[in-house]
């Protein structure tokens, strides 16, 4: 009989939840559901799919976990907006991930930092401007010998993503400067900094206040530049 047994194989029961979890998200689709509209009950969800119940309540689980659904009192289970980040804000710890993911993000944030001109001179305020004045008023003219600080640039570039009113940005740059922190100083990017004189926080406030969103462009290039070349090298 043991013989026998060692012959079958186990059901992956894992494979189902994944399964009916899709269909669950694609059964919501259909159904046209919006934010704060009620899913159906666990049983007529279970008899639909022609599953159990324990697996519908696994795959409900997992679509609380990512925030697309929650659980409100008298109302059952209703559709919530989730939040983009919040698994990836867990997950993102510098000292855990792999070289070749947190070089990934280290270019991420480059990126990032120098396609949002448009966005920072279509939104930016004077009130925005004389904070950025104020931020960058004990900072040296020309950065030749400091290529980053992490409260620097909290400070200043927070502020930036900041103007540019989207929350999404926002967030995602909270989350990114530990790895850039992380990577400038862990020794993954081999090449020495190669010191030279760049744009400044003081000169991209400059080309804020009376510039174009093509020069805010080609100033934040520049003032990344030695980011750049470590890169490249």
Partial sequence: MEKLFDTIKTVDTSSL????????????????????DSIPKEVELAN???VSRTVIREALLRLRMIGLIDSKKHRGSIITNPDLLALLEKRLIPQVLDN????????????LEVGMADFIMEKVTRE???ELKAIVAGEPDLSATHTF?????????GKLYEITGN?????FQKMLLPVFDYVHTSGI???EVE??????????????EHGSAEMLRNGMRNHLENHFVRIFN
Avoid: C, P, W
Avoid at 100 to 111: G, I
Avoid at 167 to 171: G, Q, Y
Avoid at 195 to 208: A, P, T
């Fill in 100 to 111: 070749a993911t947190l070089r990934d993000v280290f270019e991420l944030r480059l990126v």
């Fill in 195 to 208: 010191l030279k004189k760049y744009v400044s926080h003081k000169g991209l406030v400059d080309i804020i």
């Fill in 17 to 36: 939840v994944d399964q009916v979890e899709m269909n669950l998200i694609d059964l919501l689709i259909k159904k046209n559901l919006k934010v704060g």
């Fill in 189 to 191: 990017l081999k090449k």
């Fill in 149 to 157: 600080h992490i409260q620097h640039e909290i400070n200043f570039h």
């Fill in 167 to 171: 929350d999404t940005l926002k967030k």
């Fill in 128 to 130: 925005d401007i004389e």
């Fill in 48 to 50: 639909f799919l022609g």
